[in-house]
């Protein structure tokens, strides 16, 4: 894949079957890392705002599955899944806590996962996030 030469943390959060948020950081080197700025003019004046948009081949995808199945399994910790309301970091991430997780497009290069689906037809399969 073209410029997949990009490290992301991906941050799935998940909830225990107790109530409790679960923060798991997943990172992954070899991906492509894009970022779209968008602008609208309306009453109040021009808006704007960044439409990221991430690829991550197959071969480095290492650890993934569906949502369904990640949330059934109970969150694994050795795999991670792509689901809005998650989010993907730029750069290594360790852990994160709730609070870090809330504030993460403050203090990372980072957005919140808007859709995700898999490519998995041609010569370079390949799973497509978009985000804001």
């Not at 959060?13 to 950081?25: A, E, G, I, K, S």
């Not at 991906?31 to 309306?42: I, L």
């Not at 071969?59 to 199945?69: C, K, S």
């Not at 910790?77 to 997780?101: M, Q």
Request: negative net charge; charged residues 25%.
């Amino acid at each position: 894949m073209v410029k997949a030469n990009e490290l992301i943390t991906v941050i799935n959060r998940y909830q225990t079957p107790d109530r409790l948020d679960v923060y798991r950081c997943h990172t992954i080197q070899g991906v492509s890392w894009y970022v779209q700025n968008k602008y609208a003019v309306d009453d109040s004046g021009l808006k704007a705002a960044k439409l990221y948009k991430v690829r991550i081949p197959k071969e480095n995808a290492h650890g993934y599955l569906p949502p369904g199945e990640y949330q059934a399994a109970g969150a694994p910790e050795d795999t991670w899944t792509l689901r809005p309301g998650d989010k993907i970091v730029r750069g290594a991430v360790e852990a994160v806590t709730g609070v870090e997780f809330a504030a993460l497009a403050r203090t990372h290069e980072a957005f919140v996962v808007l859709d995700a689906h898999a490519n998995e037809y041609g010569f370079n399969p390949h799973y497509y996030v978009e985000g804001g």
